[in-house]
């Protein structure tokens, strides 16, 4: 497969993610939470939690697994990229990498650990309960470590598609 083809596959996967992050983002939490409210369930956030955490370990793992994938292929293909590009799509890519792997295996881990502490019923928390102060400032942490992984994977989609348009100049 020549470089070109290889490379907009590259892009192709990353974007692909991009998009299911943001989607996830924008519209999956966001709804999930507003309809289970809108039943006026006791549990409505619990539920809602539940099924925003299981989709969220999909984004994040997948996010993870593809910026490592990513990760070799840029290195495979090293020699098709100038050295700013290089080391531009390497960092991007370890952003990527990391963020979402705090997300899954550090901040989500502890989330759940405070969840199950609370005995599943987080909406019976007082909202000045240590556990639940803390199971917010986790929540913000996760957000943020995925828009960072957002963020570097969108400009690590810039850099990927730099060679592309170069090369298409030049015909």
Known sequence: MSFPVLNQMRMFLLAAWLGVAIYFSVVVAPSVFGTLRSFSLINANEI?????????????TSGFILSLLLLISTLALKKNYGRTSLILQIALLMIVAVATGLGEWVIAVRMRG??????????????????RIAFAALHSYSVAAL?????????????????????????
């Open 48 to 60: 809602a939690g539940t099924i925003v955490t299981r989709t969220l370990s999909i984004v994040n």
């Open 114 to 131: 405070l969840r199950a502490a609370m005995h599943g019923q987080i909406d019976q928390v007082a909202l000045s309960d240590p556990n």
């Open 147 to 171: 828009g960072i992984a957002m963020i570097a994977g969108l400009l690590a989609c810039f850099v990927i598609a730099k060679p592309l348009q170069i090369g298409l100049r030049g015909r």
